[in-house]
């Protein structure tokens, strides 16, 4: 049987093999997600033009930096939480977090064309657009 020494150990080692497991997702998100971009762009380039590939390209990179950055953030949170939970940690937390949610809103701005929170009223101007089209009779 472990004891509680034994056991506040193994709990240890498996947040930092969590945390070590978050880390290197995010970093295989971004490096893989950057090298299929690249790759599609110049495919795309070389089939049409620069100014038809690059938009396609600047969203698949931005969109694969997204999900290195949320699988970062999870490894921070983690390891400042779980791992080492000191005030100075906390306090590095939330800085990381703050220009992390910083560059997340950027980039989804740059992909998306608008902000984050007009999803939905973007969504209901399209289906209202589209339902007006559909209503009109057709000529």
């Known amino acids: 049987m472990l004891s509680y020494a034994g ?3 193994e709990l240890n080692r498996l947040y930092e093999l969590a945390v070590t497991l978050l880390e290197v997702s995010g970093t295989l998100a971004i490096v893989i997600g950057a090298a299929a971009a690249t790759c599609l762009f110049v495919k795309n380039a070389w089939q049409s033009s620069f100014s038809q590939a690059y938009p396609s390209f600047r969203s698949t990179l931005g969109r694969s930096i997204l ?3 949320e699988f970062l953030v999870a490894a921070d949170i ?3 939480l779980v791992i080492a ?3 100075d940690d906390l306090l590095i937390l ?3 977090v703050l220009v992390r949610t910083f560059l997340s809103i950027s980039l989804g701005v740059e992909i ?3 902000w984050p929170w007009q999803d939905t009223r973007l969504e209901r101007e399209a289906k209202a657009a589209e339902q007006q089209r559909q209503d009109q009779p057709s000529a």
């Open 85 to 87: 939970p000191t005030l």
């Open 67 to 69: 999900l290195g950055l």
């Open 94 to 96: 939330a800085g990381l």
């Open 78 to 80: 983690l390891q400042s």
């Open 112 to 114: 998306n064309g608008h």
């Open 7 to 9: 056991e506040h150990w």
